[in-house]
């Protein structure tokens, strides 16, 4: 268990669900390998296309269907989305929350007979989203407000929906929490406690306050950006846009910065890229009808597209696409391709205990080997004193000797060692004294992101591992 369980950060509500399909898997007899390793893709597959339906729903129901049908098209073609939103991080999951619950919410869009709202409906859905992930507190706060003040009866709000829904949400996930931990643990408190009031999340790195204007959240967009842009003016919808801004700003206090911690948010932009393609087409065409509201969209089926549209179209697809699988296929992939090869040989009984010599939580670990089999991975647990050094630094500043002091203490040498090919350049005289040699290479990067150039991931086997 990584060291956010021992802080009691993390609540046990997100990995119950892929705990249930292992159970599954297992009663049928289909934990292999590769269905263990494939399988929570998949599920988290399923949660992606139900956000891609709800943001369908969603559009359709603020402009139009041919707003829909295009911001459909922009989730789909974003480079990003399709990089990030089939992982098993909990931020994805709570992607796919914020996007089904801001389609119920009365004060994010008008009611019809094709899409009732349900405050309700987006309370709980709002309230999960928080249990599984409480940083998307962020959103809800903001809508709620929003809610709170255009509701024509704010009493009924809060003391009738507001505290039953949350208390009976929070008060499953602290019992579920309880029964886990052992004890009564109270995550979303220690959670803000580690991230907001101690700027924890800061001891992983941090970025300048303007990098998610200048730097994350475009690079996130990418080429989409000029059609979000275009899309948040033409229009007009403050109360999406203005949540937009509300998420990046209150993230950007935060010294610590990354991708996926403003990834709910990025739909949402979508949508109004989706908006500024439904302008072009209808402005490209004959007809003089405007996009803003439902009853007044018609569908383009028949009508040919503008020059500036069909560039516009074929410029996402070819920025995008190669992007996406570059980032999917290639990029980064030797941690993956290194536990599939320890798989396979764990399987055949040729792996006895394996060390990573490399950033703690480099690979996917258990997850893919699924095999009873001893292994160790640097620790990166936060220090209580400032400036002090965890395993995974102290590593990185003297791999030899960490590696040797490591070895001093060693009853049996690990029969597998695993680590990135700049650091063994370090430790080749270390592995020939303790007699291990490289049984495999696996290409993992090819340019430096936050660390030296990491451009393969080397395997090494101890030669009197087995006879």
Same mark, same amino acid.
């Not at 699988?325 to 009984?349: I, W």
């Not at 393969?456 to 087995?466: E, K, T």
């Given at each position: 268990?990584?060291?956010?369980w021992?802080r009691?950060?993390r609540s046990y509500?997100?990995?119950?669900?892929?705990a249930?399909?292992?159970k599954?898997?297992?009663v049928?007899?289909?934990?292999t390998p590769y269905?263990?390793i494939?399988?929570p893709?998949?599920? *988290?597959?399923?949660?992606s @296309?139900?956000?891609?339906l709800y943001?369908?729903k969603l559009?359709?129901?603020l402009?139009?269907?041919?707003?829909a049908?295009?911001?459909?098209?922009?989730?789909? #073609?974003?480079w990003?989305i399709?990089?990030?939103?089939?992982?098993?991080?909990?931020n !994805?999951?709570?992607?796919v929350?914020?996007?089904?619950g801001?389609y119920?919410w009365?004060?994010i869009?008008?009611s019809?007979?094709?899409?009732?709202?349900?405050?309700?409906w987006?309370?709980?859905?709002? #309230?999960l989203a !928080?249990?599984i992930?409480?940083t998307?507190?962020?959103i809800w706060l903001?809508?709620?407000?929003?809610?709170?003040f +255009?509701t024509?009866n704010k009493?009924?709000?809060?003391?009738l929906?507001?505290?039953p829904?949350?208390?009976?949400?929070?008060?499953?996930?602290?019992?579920?929490?309880?029964?886990?931990?052992?004890?009564?643990?109270?995550?979303?408190?220690n959670?803000?406690? %580690?991230?907001?009031l =101690?700027?924890?999340?800061d001891?992983?790195?941090?970025h300048?306050?303007h990098?998610?204007?200048? *730097?994350?959240?475009?690079v996130?967009?990418?080429? %989409?950006?000029p059609?979000s842009i @275009?899309?948040?003016i033409?229009s007009?919808n403050?109360k999406?846009?203005?949540?937009?801004l509300?998420?990046?700003?209150i993230?950007s206090?935060?010294?610590h910065k990354e991708?996926? %911690?403003v990834l709910p948010?990025?739909p949402i932009?979508?949508?109004?890229?989706?908006?500024?393609f439904? *302008?072009?087409?209808?402005?490209? =065409?004959?007809s003089?009808? =405007?996009?803003?509201k439902?009853?007044q969209?018609?569908?383009?089926?028949?009508?040919?597209?503008s020059p500036?549209?069909r560039?516009?179209f074929?410029?996402?697809? @070819?920025?995008?696409?190669?992007?996406a699988?570059?980032?999917?296929l290639?990029?980064?992939?030797?941690?993956?391709?290194?536990?599939n090869?320890l798989?396979d040989?764990?399987y055949k009984?040729?792996?006895?205990s394996?060390l990573? +010599?490399m950033?703690?939580?480099?690979?996917p670990?258990y997850?893919?080997?699924?095999?009873?089999?001893?292994m160790q991975f640097?620790?990166?647990?936060?220090?209580?004193?400032k400036?002090e050094l965890?395993?995974?630094d102290q590593f990185l500043?003297?791999?030899?000797?960490f590696a040797s002091?490591l070895a001093r203490?060693?009853s049996?040498p690990p029969?597998h060692?695993?680590l %990135? @090919?700049s650091e063994?350049t370090?430790l080749?005289?270390f592995?020939?004294q303790h007699?291990?040699k490289?049984?495999?290479r696996f290409?993992?990067?090819?340019?430096k992101v936050d660390?030296d150039?990491q =451009?393969?991931v080397?395997?090494?086997?101890?030669?009197h591992?087995?006879?």
């Amino acid at each position: 268990m990584t060291w956010e369980w021992k802080r009691g950060i993390r609540s046990y509500l997100h990995p119950m669900l892929f705990a249930f399909l292992y159970k599954l898997l297992q009663v049928t007899g289909l934990d292999t390998p590769y269905i263990m390793i494939k399988a929570p893709r998949l599920m *988290q597959s399923i949660f992606s @296309a139900i956000g891609d339906l709800y943001l369908y729903k969603l559009s359709d129901a603020l402009y139009g269907g041919n707003v829909a049908t295009w911001s459909l098209f922009c989730q789909m #073609a974003n480079w990003f989305i399709f990089f990030c939103l089939n992982r098993t991080f909990s931020n !994805c999951l709570e992607t796919v929350l914020t996007i089904m619950g801001l389609y119920y919410w009365p004060c994010i869009r008008d009611s019809s007979i094709d899409y009732p709202v349900n405050r309700k409906w987006g309370l709980v859905i709002a #309230a999960l989203a !928080c249990a599984i992930r409480p940083t998307s507190a962020v959103i809800w706060l903001y809508v709620g407000m929003l809610e709170l003040f +255009l509701t024509p009866n704010k009493v009924k709000f809060i003391i009738l929906e507001v505290i039953p829904i949350g208390s009976l949400v929070l008060g499953f996930t602290c019992l579920l929490d309880r029964l886990m931990y052992g004890s009564w643990v109270i995550v979303p408190l220690n959670f803000l406690k %580690f991230n907001f009031l =101690s700027s924890g999340g800061d001891y992983y790195g941090t970025h300048p306050w303007h990098w998610y204007f200048t *730097q994350g959240f475009l690079v996130m967009l990418f080429t %989409f950006t000029p059609f979000s842009i @275009a899309g948040i003016i033409k229009s007009k919808n403050q109360k999406l846009s203005a949540l937009i801004l509300w998420v990046l700003a209150i993230y950007s206090i935060l010294g610590h910065k990354e991708f996926r %911690f403003v990834l709910p948010v990025l739909p949402i932009a979508l949508i109004f890229s989706g908006y500024a393609f439904a *302008q072009m087409e209808v402005s490209g =065409s004959s007809s003089s009808s =405007s996009v803003t509201k439902k009853k007044q969209v018609p569908r383009q089926n028949h009508t040919k597209w503008s020059p500036k549209l069909r560039l516009s179209f074929f410029f996402l697809l @070819a920025t995008n696409i190669p992007m996406a699988l570059y980032m999917s296929l290639f990029h980064q992939r030797g941690t993956e391709d290194a536990m599939n090869y320890l798989s396979d040989e764990a399987y055949k009984g040729r792996v006895k205990s394996i060390l990573f +010599l490399m950033p703690c939580h480099s690979t996917p670990y258990y997850s893919t080997l699924h095999r009873n089999i001893p292994m160790q991975f640097l620790d990166c647990t936060p220090s209580a004193e400032k400036g002090e050094l965890d395993e995974s630094d102290q590593f990185l500043v003297n791999p030899l000797g960490f590696a040797s002091e490591l070895a001093r203490n060693w009853s049996e040498p690990p029969s597998h060692i695993v680590l %990135f @090919a700049s650091e063994e350049t370090k430790l080749r005289d270390f592995m020939i004294q303790h007699s291990f040699k490289e049984v495999r290479r696996f290409f993992h990067a090819h340019f430096k992101v936050d660390r030296d150039l990491q =451009s393969s991931v080397v395997v090494y086997v101890v030669n009197h591992a087995f006879p």
